[in-house]
């Protein structure tokens, strides 16, 4: 399983970022995808999650409203748009993969990270 993020950087309050997630070494239409996400000297939080075949997204209420999952299934990778962001948006934000097709937040494999600054 490999999983690599991108789209990381800075952004100004109240800006946009785009976030996705190549996928391989698996059959990535079979299983639920989440983003997680680790703001400095705080643990791993769950950010959202999308069933294999994206017809259920869930959303951490930080993030509600602000961000949208997506996922193309023909291009092996997970997105994850991010809009009107806060300071407190900043963090490594992670790609995982679940262990199933319809559960979110149990995660088995995550990707190297990538880095998400907010600040004017």
């Known amino acids: 399983v490999q999983l690599v993020e991108s789209g990381g950087g800075l952004a100004q309050p109240g800006g946009s970022l785009r976030l996705s997630c190549a996928a391989s070494?698996?059959?990535?239409?079979?299983?639920?995808m989440s983003w997680a996400r680790q703001a400095p000297g705080k643990g791993l939080e769950w950010v959202s999650g999308?069933?294999?075949?994206?017809?259920?997204?869930y959303y951490a209420s930080a993030v509600e409203g602000r961000f949208t999952i997506s996922r193309d299934n023909a291009k092996n990778t997970l997105y994850l748009q991010m809009d009107s962001l806060k300071p407190e948006d900043t963090a490594v934000y992670y790609c995982?993969?679940?262990?199933?097709?319809?559960?979110?937040?149990?995660?088995?494999?995550w990707g190297q990270g990538t880095k998400v600054t907010v600040s004017s």
């Open positions: 999308i069933y294999c075949d994206g017809r259920r997204t």
């Open positions: 995982a993969k679940e262990p199933a097709m319809d559960n979110v937040g149990e995660y088995d494999y």
């Open positions: 070494g698996f059959t990535f239409s079979r299983y639920a």
